[in-house]
T-cell receptor, first 113, second 110 residues
Framework: DTEVTQTPKHLVMGMTNKKSLKCEQH?????MYWYKQKAKKPPELMFV???????INESVPSRFSPECPNSSLLNLHLHALQPEDSALYLC????????????FGNGTRLTVT | DQQVKQNSPSLSVQEGRISILNCDYT??????FLWYKKYPAEGPTFLIS?????DKNEDGRFTVFLNKSAKHLSLHIVPSQPGDSAVYFC?????????FGKGTRLHILP
């Protein structure tokens, strides 16, 4: 069982919908991450939160909006997505940034119709 | 611009033999390297890491070797088991970001 829990496992949304992806970890990690993975590609970094503050935004379009309500929770708010945003969205956490391994959840499979 | 290169998209190895997965990187300033394994419909699982002050790190059946002069690292799995069939990603720390290679699909043959 993964120690990083992501919900929902699957999500289908229309281009005008608003939805949120949720991630939770109880390992006491201080850094949390969103990655996006398309088929047969490596995970691509989207956002990094360190001590609940956004520290890295990899020039992600504003239709993706991250939120870190507390050190255990990470959300990704979605609005006006495009079909090309369909992908596996992975949450991860680590003790710190850079020199600690990331622990990933099993992801949310997002389909935008 | 690929900073982490896994040039073999796939690799087939007989069960019980050694699997060797390779990774090259472009920047000699990279100083922390990781290997992940990924099954379909699951997130990547951390396997082993190595910092640039070492040239070898071992954990059970998994050993990572780092050759800084060649900017090359490899993952050795001995002995290979059927459950090792998965996609393996090499990753590096770049400015506090973990960046992944494209992955190598390992098939363990019975």
């Amino acid at each position: 069982d993964t120690e990083v829990t992501q919900t929902p496992k699957h999500l289908v949304m229309g281009m005008t919908n608003k939805k949120s992806l949720k991630c939770e970890q109880h390992m006491g990690h201080r850094a949390m991450y969103w990655y996006k993975q398309k088929a047969k590609k490596p995970p691509e970094l989207m956002f990094v939160y360190s001590y609940e503050k956004l520290s890295i935004n990899e020039s992600v379009p504003s239709r993706f909006s991250p939120e870190c309500p507390n050190s255990s929770l990470l959300n990704l708010h979605l609005h006006a997505l495009q079909p090309e945003d369909s992908a596996l969205y992975l949450c991860a956490s680590s003790q710190g940034t850079g020199y600690s391994p990331l622990h990933f959840g099993n992801g949310t499979r997002l389909t935008v119709t | 611009d690929q900073q982490v290169k896994q040039n073999s998209p796939s690799l087939s190895v007989q069960e019980g033999r050694i699997s060797i997965l390779n990774c090259d990187y472009t920047n000699s300033m990279f100083d922390y390297f990781l290997w992940y394994k990924k099954y379909p419909a699951e997130g990547p699982t951390f396997l082993i890491s190595i910092s640039s002050i070492k040239d070898k790190n071992e954990d059970g059946r998994f050993t990572v070797f780092l050759n800084k002069s060649a900017k090359h690292l490899s993952l050795h799995i001995v002995p290979s088991q059927p459950g090792d069939s998965a996609v393996y990603f090499c990753a590096v720390n770049r400015d506090d970001k973990i960046i992944f290679g494209k992955g190598t699909r390992l098939h363990i043959l019975p």
